[in-house]
Nanobody
Framework: QVQLVESGGGLVQAGGSLRLSCAAS????????MAWFRQAPGKEREFVSS????????IYSDSAKGRFTVSRDNAKNTVWLQMNSLKPEDTAVYYC???????????????WGQGTQVTVSS
């Protein structure tokens, strides 16, 4: 069984930065991709960014593009989300996820972390 544990959330002022981490554990962990999603109060969970485990190609939502950077360390089974120029509308619980297959929709991830709260004050 794969476990994903996020960390790095917190309270930051608008314009500030945070770096989220997601550590994966489990036997023979070898996902196709890992991703970050977020869910703000009263809103649906939305895609933020994903990265292919082998090769490292990444994609971003329009709201994340230019401000957030996803990276991974295969040897450490860890993925990060560097968030810069944060805005109050970035306030949400951020979730890490992993998928085994390359096929499926944007939300077709097999494993999810418990989430970490990010709060951006104006």
């Amino acid at each position: 069984q794969v476990q994903l544990v996020e960390s790095g959330g917190g309270l930051v002022q608008a314009g500030g930065s945070l770096r989220l981490s997601c550590a994966a554990s489990g036997r023979a962990f070898s996902p196709y991709a890992m991703a970050w999603f977020r869910q703000a109060p009263g809103k649906e969970r939305e895609f933020v960014s994903s990265i292919v485990w082998s090769g490292g190609s990444a994609i971003y939502s329009d709201s994340a593009k230019g401000r957030f950077t996803v990276s991974r360390d295969n040897a450490k089974n860890t993925v990060w989300l560097q968030m810069n120029s944060l805005k109050p509308e970035d306030t949400a619980v951020y979730y890490c996820a992993a998928r085994v297959s390359r096929w499926g929709g944007v939300y077709a991830y097999d494993y999810w972390g418990q989430g970490t709260q990010v709060t951006v004050s104006s």
